[in-house]
């Protein structure tokens, strides 16, 4: 079946610090690959996306590449700041006709100033 | 972007008592819509999808007499809680693709159920 795993969290980082949310997938067929951040009292926005091997998705400062031979789509972001505190949640989508998402469990970033 | 609201944003009520939650698209049409169910610091679960014109379609272990989905016209599905009960108590998300087949979803704010 299709899965999606990240690794746990919170995650606690100092302001200007390096990033890395590391997310693996199982999936049946070809997925896309998706991040997505919610931030406090907000619903979840899309924040980047790959839909083929090797894309890298990109924005905001962060970026995420599609590697299928390890079956991955880690999120990085080379100097954080502290709006960027949030839970972020690794997703795929399998193209049909249903467009259903599998989402991670989410990982709980928090910046310190 | 596309923006999807739901309403209320959050409810309380008592135990056996039923709940409505509405979800809209409010600049597009949604044939499709999704609702999730997401428990404190858990993933979203997808509960169901939401098909304009014709039933939901539910996931494995939902139960589809208690959560009843009504997706009356293209900007608008419901999702009715019946019967609630305290484990019921959960934040419940919409979505929906801007497009049908485009795999980007817009997400509502959610909506807190607590059932006392």
């Known amino acids: 079946g299709n899965s999606v795993t990240q690794m746990e969290g919170p995650v606690t980082l100092s302001e200007e610090a390096f990033l890395t949310i590391n997310c693996t997938y199982t999936?049946?067929?070809?997925?896309?690959l998706f991040w997505y951040v919610q931030y406090p009292g907000e619903g979840l926005q899309l924040l980047l996306k790959?839909?083929?091997?090797?894309d890298k998705g990109s924005n905001k400062g962060f970026e995420a590449t599609y590697r299928k031979e390890t079956t991955s789509f880690h999120l990085e972001k080379g100097s954080v700041q502290v709006s960027d505190s949030a839970v972020y949640f690794c997703?795929?989508?399998?193209?049909?006709?249903?467009?259903?998402?599998?989402f991670g469990k989410g990982t709980r970033l928090h910046i310190l100033p | 972007g596309a923006v999807v609201s739901q309403h209320p944003s959050w409810v309380i009520c008592k135990s056996g008592t039923s709940v409505k939650i509405e979800c809209r698209s409010l600049?597009?049409?949604?044939?499709?819509m999704f609702w999730y169910r997401q428990f404190p610091k858990q993933s979203l679960m997808l509960m169901a999808t939401s098909n304009e014109g014709s039933k939901a379609t539910y996931e494995q272990g939902v139960e589809k007499d208690k959560f009843l989905i009504n997706h009356a016209s293209l900007t608008l599905s419901t999702l009715t809680v019946t019967s609630a009960h305290p484990e019921d108590s959960s934040f419940y998300i919409c979505?929906?693709?801007?497009?049908?087949?485009?795999?980007?979803?817009?997400f509502g704010p959610g909506t807190r159920l607590t059932v006392l």
């Open positions: 999936a049946t067929g070809y997925p896309s």
């Open positions: 979505s929906a693709p801007a497009l049908a087949g485009k795999d980007t979803q817009y």
């Open positions: 997703a795929l989508s399998v193209r049909n006709r249903d467009d259903k998402i599998i």
């Open positions: 600049d597009f049409q949604a044939t499709t």
């Open positions: 790959a839909t083929k091997a090797d």
